[in-house]
């Protein structure tokens, strides 16, 4: 089942992105080299509780951070520690998440530690941010779930290919609904597969967790003895972007973007829906 929100609902779901996108604010300008992973958990704990919410991350599953901190070949999921410190050259990605009044917010998004970062690298995390950004403006009344898939996976394989040879679209992982509980129906795969059939209709009230995941190699990937990190099988380097995002009358609104989204959908020709809580 579904869970379609009123907008009342909506609004608070606005409050648990604003946090989200306090915590992503926080541990960007945190991500330099010599920080540690857990460094970047402890400024996100932080963050959490001066906005009076709760973390989603932190004892989901067993999980024990309030964030995931995956570097370079780690895909998703990984777990915030002293031992592993960001060195210049290292690529992060952060995902957060943050409860309000029991309603969710959950993005990622990828962060470059120091300087010195191959052209390829950096491409691959504007390739992946833009993917989503592409499903987001998808996401639009009478549409169905596939055609958020089909423009991730098309805006990704239109782009000139990698030294490597082409973008690895990660297969076990995607994107989700989201509203009382971080993870809900539906799945949301970042590309296109008939064994899926078209997915459901898109109505004003479905809440979506749109998140790319793509490397510079294999697009398979395996979990490490921990049970949580995910890094690819090849070895190679990924990237991770996601917003949740709500469908209302008026448009797409992106709940964990500062400005809801308005000036990059400007750019793709979509109005964004107005701020709830403006």
Same mark, same amino acid.
């Given at each position: ?21 306090? +915590? ?153 609904? +989201? ?100």
């Amino acid at each position: 089942m579904v869970e379609i929100k009123t907008p009342e609902q909506i609004a608070k779901m606005r409050e648990a992105g604003l946090v989200v996108a306090a +915590i992503h604010e926080a541990t960007r300008a945190a991500a330099v080299p010599g920080a540690t992973t857990k460094d970047l958990d402890e400024v996100a704990a932080k963050v959490i509780a001066d906005h009076g919410a709760k973390p989603n991350f932190l004892g989901y599953g067993g999980f024990p951070g309030n964030i995931c901190t995956s570097v370079n070949d780690v895909v998703v999921h990984g777990i915030p520690d002293r031992a592993t410190v960001l060195k210049d050259g290292d690529v992060i990605a952060i995902d957060a998440g943050a409860i309000v009044d029991g309603w969710h917010g959950d993005a990622a998004f990828t962060c470059f530690v120091g300087s010195g970062h191959a052209d390829e690298l950096i491409e691959l995390s504007r390739v992946t941010e833009e993917s989503m950004w592409a499903g987001i403006a998808a996401f639009r009344k009478g549409n169905r779930l596939e055609d958020i898939s089909r423009a991730v996976e098309s805006y990704i394989r239109r782009q000139p290919r990698p030294p490597a040879g082409r973008y690895g679209i990660v297969e076990d992982y995607g994107g989700h609904g +989201i509203g009382t509980e971080m993870h809900m129906d539906p799945h949301l795969l970042n590309y296109v597969t008939k064994k899926r059939g078209r997915g459901i209709k898109l109505v004003p009230g479905v809440c979506l967790a749109i998140e790319p995941m793509v490397t510079l190699g294999s697009p398979h990937t395996h979990v490490l003895e921990d049970e949580w990190t995910v890094k690819s099988d090849d070895g190679s380097w990924s990237s991770h972007w996601e917003h949740t995002i709500a469908l209302t009358e008026k448009g797409p609104l992106v709940l964990t973007a500062p400005d809801c989204g308005r000036a990059k959908l400007a750019e793709l020709g979509v109005t964004a829906a107005p701020d709830p809580l403006a």
